[in-house]
Nanobody, 117 residues
């Protein structure tokens, strides 16, 4: 049974930083495209960043230059370093795994990030 568990969310002031982590279990982590998505109140879930098995990355325009996604397959972990946070980054952040072989998709339960003074 594949599980994804996010951690690292919280309350931070504008301009601050947070680091989110997502740990996977029940899966060969290296065989998955990993990503972070977010959903703000009243809005659709949107892509934040993704990283392939070969460590190619992709970012939403709104976070380019501020967020960095990375992965450690040995630890079955994907991380999101978030810098220069803005109030509009406030959302629930979700970890997503997509199997390279067949596209099967898995989501974590989400972690709340609130950027406020």
């Amino acid at each position: 049974q594949i599980q994804l568990v996010e951690s690292g969310g919280g309350l931070v002031q504008p301009g601050g930083s947070l680091r989110l982590s997502c740990e996977g279990s029940g899966m060969r982590f290296s065989n998955f495209l990993m990503g972070w998505y977010r959903q703000a109140p009243g809005k659709l879930r949107e892509l934040v960043a993704t990283i392939t098995s070969g460590e190619s990355t992709r970012y939403a325009d709104s976070v380019k230059g501020r967020f960095v996604i990375s992965r450690n397959d040995a630890q079955a972990r994907v991380s999101l370093q978030m810098n220069s946070l803005k109030p509009e980054d406030t959302a629930i952040y979700y970890c997503k795994a997509v199997a390279n072989r067949n596209g099967a998709t898995y989501w974590g339960q989400g972690t709340q990030v609130t950027v406020s003074s």
